[in-house]
């Protein structure tokens, strides 16, 4: 979904050494960088490749197929469940509480102690960049209440320490809503992958009692017989075709 955003495709090592080209220097994929044990043994990397996520995605304006997605849920019973972390539904114009981010967000941040501070907005807070060595420079964002080290509030990889304070009460609203809306559910999948099935496995589970599911997926549109539809094509291009037809 992002990607048609001009957002970077990290699928594999070469996909994400081609938007990130210093960490292919390191030798680090993006399993190795996007993993908490960075912030406690090296804080400029791992704020590097975060802080640079972070202001990226706030100057990235959402593609014509999130205005898509709105028009279908105008007057509609709607929600969105995304593995993305990057607010772009938001900042289409989703409500807030509508969003269920099951990764969480890079808006919002959390103490690396873990000193009780809630979670709390990263409005505000700039991330110097060194683009060359893609480390940042001091200082770094910090804990309002201790005065430690900040983080993304976002699910790493191998990651224990994520708060889900924020993340698990929409989740848990989704589901609910879910049950209740079950028999006449449709659900619109977009690029979501087998590599971290996450989505799919929600898409699919949510669609069970209709078969009322559209796969849209470049790579991977596979749909089980009589569970849906596969599409594979792009996200905003397919969205504006449909829409047409509708």
Not at 187 to 195: D, H, L, S
Request: proline letters at 8%; charged letters at 20%.
């Amino acid at each position: 979904m992002g990607v048609d955003s001009g957002l970077p495709d990290f699928r594999g090592t070469e996909g994400f050494w081609r938007a990130y080209p210093p960490y292919e220097a390191l030798g680090l994929r993006f399993e190795e960088i996007a993993d908490p044990v960075h912030f406690a043994d090296d804080p400029a990397l791992a704020w590097g490749f975060y802080g640079h996520r972070l202001a990226l995605y706030r100057a990235t304006v959402p593609h014509e197929g999130f205005a898509v997605l709105r028009r279908w849920a105008g007057g509609r019973p709607t929600r969105v469940f995304t593995s993305n972390v990057d607010g772009q539904f938001q900042e289409a114009g989703f409500a807030e509480p509508d969003v269920a981010e099951v990764h969480g967000s890079i808006h919002h941040l959390q103490c690396l102690r873990g000193c009780g501070q809630p979670i709390w907005p990263a409005a505000g807070v700039e991330v110097d960049v060194d683009p060359v060595s893609m480390r940042a420079r001091e200082p770094l964002p910090a804990c309002p209440r201790c005065g430690g080290l900040a983080r993304p509030n976002i699910l790493m990889f191998g990651d224990w320490s994520w708060d889900p304070a924020r993340s698990g009460p929409r989740l848990q609203d989704l589901h609910e809503w879910i049950r209740a809306h079950r028999r006449g559910l449709a659900v619109v999948e977009i690029g979501a992958g087998t590599a971290v099935p996450t989505v799919r496995r929600e898409a699919e589970l949510a669609s069970a009692a209709t078969g009322a599911l559209v796969r849209i997926n470049v790579r991977e549109p596979q749909v089980r017989h009589g569970r849906g539809a596969g599409i594979a094509a792009p996200a905003a291009a397919t969205l504006k075709v449909l829409d047409s037809l509708l």
